[in-house]
């Protein structure tokens, strides 16, 4: 039996697409960089450079649909170059699907979301190597994407399953999947093998953090006034890592300003800018009120924002479990921790 909308390619064939891909597209695409590995812009006599991680990168892609900072008064050119993202994985996509609920609410569009959505192409892979700090199963995840991918990437052998999972996809294969192989039963067989083995590795991973998942949004209501919350943020020092890497987190402050080289009046330009819950006057209401000005209160908010507001509003948990804000922690405060610990 064979699928028709998954191929099976050689490395050779693979390669070869990336190439002509990258000198249509706008490519991204983890090398080595900073972070050990970085998304960066790749050339088509660079495809060679790219690595295709087993785990997330530490740069959440959110960043490249909605900046850390953008000038918000005049609109983005209309027909932007389309971007492709290699390397995306499962918890990003989990999170894109959060900020789609966001900026692309009907009833209140954001512009410069939807132009750089709409130009961008995500390519995503099977997660093969989870970090220490994952715990997708937690959430309600899965390793591997099962859907808002525009193509999917599964490494089986010396080859790779491509699976295209939506209109921008099947536009990028373009008419090259005429010579493409459609995957057979053996590779998808493969591909499940592979896909069970890395739950397996997250159970393990997780075995010593239990909560209730199902009943979280519900149960969580009746913790808010519970001592764990001011035991957990003891070390928390208010420095917002968590909230900027976080790959789903989208909340913004408006500033005016004036551009760079400008003097006169009239010249003021709007400029958004992430925020974070996180911070002590996040809350802060005019006249100098603040319903939120505890630390526990401040901290708890991310964990309610995340595992009871957004379930509700949306039907998905804004935790996708990827780890990055445990990496990112000063404190070294771990959410898997934390929540055994609240319903322990």
Request: negative net charge; glycine residues 8%; contains cysteine.
């Amino acid at each position: 039996m064979r699928d028709a909308g998954i191929f099976y390619l050689s490395k050779e064939q693979w390669w070869n697409f990336l190439k002509e891909t990258a000198s249509r597209h706008n490519v991204l695409a983890p090398v080595k960089g900073l972070f050990d590995l970085d998304f960066s812009p790749v050339l088509p006599e660079e495809i060679d450079n790219i690595i295709f991680p087993g785990a997330r990168l530490t740069q959440p892609v959110k960043s490249f649909l909605y900046p850390p900072k953008e000038g918000v008064t005049h609109p983005l050119q209309a027909g932007l170059k389309k971007t492709v993202i290699l390397g995306v994985k499962a918890c990003d996509l989990r999170a894109i699907a959060i900020l789609d609920h966001i900026y692309l609410d009907p009833d209140y569009v954001d512009p410069f979301y939807k132009e750089r959505r709409d130009n961008t192409i995500l390519v995503s892979e099977d997660c093969t190597s989870p970090r220490d700090c994952c715990f997708c199963t937690l959430t309600g995840g899965n390793p591997f994407p099962e859907s808002g991918f525009d193509l999917n990437l599964s490494f089986i052998g010396d080859g790779v399953l491509v699976e295209a999972g939506s209109e921008k996809g099947q536009l990028l294969i373009g008419g090259m999947k005429d010579t493409w192989e459609p995957a057979d039963e053996k590779y998808l067989s493969l591909r499940m093998e592979e896909r069970n083995k890395v739950k397996d590795k997250l159970r393990e991973i997780n075995k010593e953090f239990k909560f209730p998942l199902e009943d979280l949004p519900s149960l969580i209501e009746t913790k808010y006034d519970s001592p764990v919350w001011k035991d957990a943020c003891a070390s928390c020092v208010g420095c917002c890592a968590c909230t900027n890497i976080c790959p789903s987190c989208h909340c913004f402050l408006l500033t005016e300003t004036l551009p760079v080289g400008a003097t006169g009046d009239g010249e003021f330009m709007t400029v958004r800018t992430w925020d974070s819950c996180q911070s002590t006057g996040f809350a802060r209401v005019a006249g100098g009120a603040n319903p939120r000005k505890e630390l526990p209160k401040i901290f708890a908010n991310r964990f309610y924002c995340k595992l009871q507001y957004k379930p509700r509003n949306y039907g998905i948990f804004a935790c996708t479990g990827c780890g990055r804000c445990f990496e990112a922690c000063q404190g070294k405060i771990d959410m898997r921790q934390v929540l055994t610990q609240l319903f322990g």
